[in-house]
């Protein structure tokens, strides 16, 4: 079985947010970075689903050269090796622009399953990964918690609403967006860190892919992004006892919108 598992990399929780010169997004000078969570918990699925069938872990990346280190990561806890998708044209993707590139790369591999996270902490637009089924025309599925084998199929359990979960069996090649939280994530050893030395990292540009930059252009952008403003103010109700009480009601079913 060969899984390609996408990997991006966003700024840490924790990282201090300030808004760019040109008040589109966030600046990147000062952030720090990590795997995304529902990718993080996508490599994990991999690498138990090649411990139980056998077959190859390929990490796969698009971004600058500081996407390298979540490679590294994936390599050291078990992928057999990595790709790394680095163009110029690649810069300020949109969802479709990143379907796009990671769809010819692993067109151009070859796989059983392509996995991706839910969605990205950063954008969380959870638009990738159907969008490059869509472009392969193959079978996804979404909100997966659980990935079963089972002779040239899969069977996998997916999250629905209010605590319930349905069953999906598929053939394979598919992809699917893999749910955060669905196993417990290993870390890496001094012995796959020291491994992971020794393992390829393939870079790929578009022109490698076959991919015209035309093909690229993003479908939405971002014009505008606002901190959100922190305000507090206090008001006194006066009057007798049901006089506030009839007031509190209406500012809570206006104003607060709790009713």
């Not at 403003?229 to 506030?244: A, L, M, R, W, Y």
């Amino acid at each position: 079985m060969k899984i390609i598992v996408c990997l991006k990399q966003v700024p840490k929780a924790d990282s201090i947010l300030r808004i760019n010169e040109e008040g589109t997004w966030i600046q990147d000078r000062d952030l720090t970075y990590e795997i995304n969570e529902s990718d993080a918990y996508g490599l994990e699925a991999a690498l138990q689903l090649k411990e139980k069938h056998g077959g190859e872990v390929v990490a796969l990346s698009l971004g600058p050269a500081r996407v390298q280190s979540v490679i590294k990561e994936a390599l050291a806890r078990g992928a057999d090796r990595g790709i790394h998708l680095e163009d110029p044209a690649f810069d300020k993707l949109d969802a479709f622009g990143v379907a796009t590139a990671i769809a010819a790369a692993a067109k151009a591999e070859g796989f059983d399953l392509l996995l991706t996270g839910l969605q990205s902490d950063d954008f969380g637009f959870a638009q990738t990964g159907v969008i490059a089924a869509e472009l392969l025309g193959l079978p996804h599925a979404t909100i997966v918690m659980d990935v079963e084998s089972q002779d040239g199929s899969i069977r996998v359990k997916r999250e629905l609403e209010s605590g319930f979960f349905q069953w999906v069996s598929m053939p394979s090649p598919a992809v699917l967006t893999i749910q955060s939280g669905i196993n417990t994530l290993r870390y890496a050893t001094l012995k796959g860190i020291m491994a992971a030395k020794k393992k390829e990292i393939k870079k790929l540009g578009a022109a490698a892919l076959g991919v015209d930059p035309a093909q690229l252009t993003p479908k939405m952008e971002f014009r505008s992004v606002h901190l959100p403003v922190k305000n507090k103010q206090t008001q006194f109700i006066e009057g007798s006892p049901s006089e506030v009480a009839a007031k509190l009601i209406e500012k809570l079913k206006n104003e607060a919108r709790v009713f």
